[in-house]
């Protein structure tokens, strides 16, 4: 009755204060497994790059009854008007459901996704659509939906309707509910799930008691009529967070004005339209005004400020840094990034952001060459007032941009004999973590056998260098210790790689790099493999050729690989496309296919595989170091992994739900042509056209 009692007083509040609402309705996880109120879902979708990280204990049993458990369940927003999820299920954390202590229970993993229809104005409602535990052997949890939501005083409204097998009806019919968030910090929910009434209640702690790393939400549900529940309250605790914080804070340039001249030639009546210029990710932006004639170059000048721009980049920790200039009063600048580990565009945007603050004619043409270890990755150029213009006032810089070597301005003249910070025998070492795991299996809710990696690179000469690399155990749940179920597939101490290599840039955009030497997977193997890549005039299509072959050490025989890969680089939207066909590491035939959605140097992925099975899952890769790195001394660097890649998949197609282990499985190497050239796949024209503001951000910061 108290709660009965407390129900319709919230009732009566919720129709008496609609002026106290919150300016917008949060977006929720619900219980389920997807954006919305308890059990039901609503039409709003996470935002692109949020994710939400959950845990509840209403565990549904096969559809048959509610009971204390566990939900885990991960979300995250890909792109504008996309959600997916994986969720957890499980009555228990460690119980052996082959055992009699795991007779009856329940420990199942399921993906789930919901799309809001474009095209549809906010002002007026949201539809979205979507689907629960989809594909996979046994599909406890199989549910489709359609829902329309109305937001409306501080209330969101929500009417829809489902499909599901569940014994206990629930999201199997008609469904409806409402939210009211009376304050930024308090919601109370009340829908009917098609089966049953439910009420809530939650509470957000604000993001600034968590220094605005994300927001921190509990939630009660304190009311239900169902006949299938074993409990009457329920309790759950979400976090949620941009994938990558700082370029969620990275906002867009306001446009500035540019005067231009209307008339042909200047008269008293001349007038000015002023002109708004932005940076666009749509095309290479245009700079309107007008440039003034070339001017002499200032000898004496030109070479005081060329010799402290050459210092100042050094400083910074920039390699093989070459600095000229010509009579024409061209600039030219070449060096390698090895402190912006992370993307190769913050390195472009401190020095671009140098060369403006220590060269003073407005009117020197700059040319800037990006390399690696020689090879010449993509080049710059602009003018130094314009450059100004945008640093100051935001003004579209008007940059080319093109990939490979630049063509070298005639009649140069370089500062000092060499080049600064030779990058030759100085070895790179990094640190990141080796983590095999498996998800939801009748052993555990979570499984892992966990190492620490190091891999560390030598340069020798122009595109050349050693690769080492190894591990030492940490760590290990109780499934992979030696003598336990998962041992063949823990990770060990183990040296595991001694590869000399070479890169060459090969005409028409092709490149190609061959690795000779010692690799131990299982087994100890020497050989050699060789990837060849071409790169389009634009970098938007990607093709890559990769083979390998192998001998046992100790055995008589041979292993091999052969894979080829095409890559679309969808800029403007943040994504790339992958796709992998052929012959893998463990003699599986097929094809992968892969959508990564890019969060500045983070992303997450949804990708397919089909060889011997078929299988699904989701990927995510953050960096694990420090945006700037420590510059490499003459002893070395030690820097975290700027690209940590970790999955989860689940078989589906089949009957059967047995685990699959390293299908597609090629060996991996820390040196490769999407490490050291391709800025991890992202290397285009317009990538740059399309991170104008990150170029200006990047040098406040660091200047």
Not at 427 to 452: F, I, K, M, N
Request: some cysteine.
């Amino acid at each position: 009755m108290l709660k009965a009692n407390t129900l319709i007083l919230g009732g009566l509040a919720t129709l008496c204060a609609p002026t106290f609402a919150a300016d917008k309705v949060t977006v929720y996880q619900s219980f389920s497994g997807y954006s919305g109120l308890i059990n039901t879902p609503n039409a709003s979708v996470l935002d692109k790059g949020m994710i939400d990280i959950g845990y509840n204990n209403q565990l549904d049993l096969r559809g048959v009854q509610y009971m204390d458990g566990h939900n885990f369940i991960f979300s995250a927003g890909l792109f504008d008007g996309l959600e997916v999820s994986g969720q957890i299920a499980s009555n228990s954390m460690h119980d052996n459901l082959f055992y009699s202590e795991g007779r009856g229970q329940i420990r199942d993993l399921s993906f789930n996704a919901k799309y809001q229809l474009p095209y549809i104005p906010k002002n007026w409602f949201s539809v979205a659509v979507g689907a629960k535990d989809i594909g996979g052997a046994a599909n406890n949890y199989e549910t489709y939906y359609a829902v329309a939501s109305k937001e409306l005083w501080g209330f969101r409204f929500s009417a829809g309707y489902s499909v599901s097998d569940r014994l206990s009806s629930q999201m199997d019919g008609p469904f409806a509910g409402v939210e009211w968030q009376p304050f930024e910090w308090f919601a109370l929910l009340a829908e009917h799930d098609a089966e049953a009434f439910n009420a809530a209640a939650r509470v957000t702690v604000p993001k600034k008691w968590l220094y605005d790393l994300g927001s921190l939400t509990f939630t009660s549900r304190f009311y239900s009529n169902s006949d299938f529940a074993e409990d009457d309250t329920y309790w759950g605790i979400n976090f949620s967070l941009p994938l990558s914080p700082r370029a969620a804070k990275i906002k867009q340039l306001e446009p500035a004005p540019v005067t231009v001249k209307t008339a042909a030639k200047p008269t008293a009546n001349a007038t000015s339209q002023v002109v708004y210029n932005s940076p666009s990710k749509a095309s290479k932006p245009a700079y309107t005004s007008t440039q003034a004639a070339p001017l002499p170059v200032n000898k004496k000048q030109m070479n005081t400020q060329a010799h402290a721009l050459k210092r100042a980049l050094a400083n910074d920790g920039f390699e093989n840094v070459l600095v000229g200039y010509n009579k024409q009063n061209q600039l030219i600048v070449k060096f390698e990034n090895a402190i912006f580990n992370q993307n190769d565009i913050d390195a472009l945007g401190l020095v671009l952001g140098r060369i403006a603050e220590y060269i003073d004619n407005e009117n020197t043409q700059f040319y800037v060459q990006l390399e690696k270890y020689e090879i010449a990755q993509f080049n710059v150029s602009g003018t130094i007032g314009n450059y100004n213009a945008f640093l100051a006032d935001n003004a579209n810089p008007d940059l080319n941009v093109n990939l490979g070597a630049m063509a070298m301005p005639a009649g140069i003249a370089w500062i000092g004999l060499t080049k600064a910070n030779n990058p030759y025998f100085k070895p790179r070492l990094t640190l990141s973590p080796a983590l095999t795991s498996s998800h939801a299996t009748e052993l555990g809710v979570l499984d892992y056998s966990l190492a620490l990696r190091a891999d560390v690179d030598i340069p020798l000469w122009k595109g050349a260098g050693i690769a080492l690399g190894g591990q030492v155990h940490v760590t290990d749940s109780d499934d992979y210790e030696e003598d336990a179920p998962f041992r063949n597939y823990r990770e060990e101490s183990d040296f595991d790689r001694a590869m000399f290599y070479q890169t060459f840039a090969l005409p028409w955009g092709f490149y190609n790099q061959t690795q000779l030497g010692y690799l131990k997977d299982r087994y100890d193997f020497m050989g050699i493999r060789n990837e060849t890549g071409w790169l389009s005039p634009e970098g938007r299509h990607k093709v890559t050729a990769d083979f390998g072959y192998f001998e046992y050490e100790d055995y008589n025989g041979s292993k091999e690989y052969q894979t080829i890969s095409y890559q679309y680089n969808w800029v403007e939207q943040d994504i790339t496309l992958h796709a992998t066909a052929g012959n893998f590491w463990y003699e599986d035939s097929g094809a992968r296919v892969e959508s990564r959605f890019w969060f500045g140097d983070s992303y997450l992925a949804v990708f397919a595989e089909d060889t011997d099975v078929q299988k699904v899952g989701l990927a995510f890769s953050i960096p694990l170091s420090p945006r700037k790195d420590m510059a490499v001394s003459k002893y070395g660097q030690v820097i975290g992994a700027p690209a940590w890649r970790h999955n989860v998949s689940t078989k589906v197609g089949d009957s059967d739900n047995y685990l699959s282990y390293n299908q597609t499985y090629v060996p991996a190497r820390a040196v490769n042509l999407d490490n050291t050239l391709f800025n991890q796949g992202r290397m285009s024209t317009q990538y740059v056209y399309s991170n104008l503001t990150r170029l200006k951000e990047v040098y406040v910061k660091y200047r």
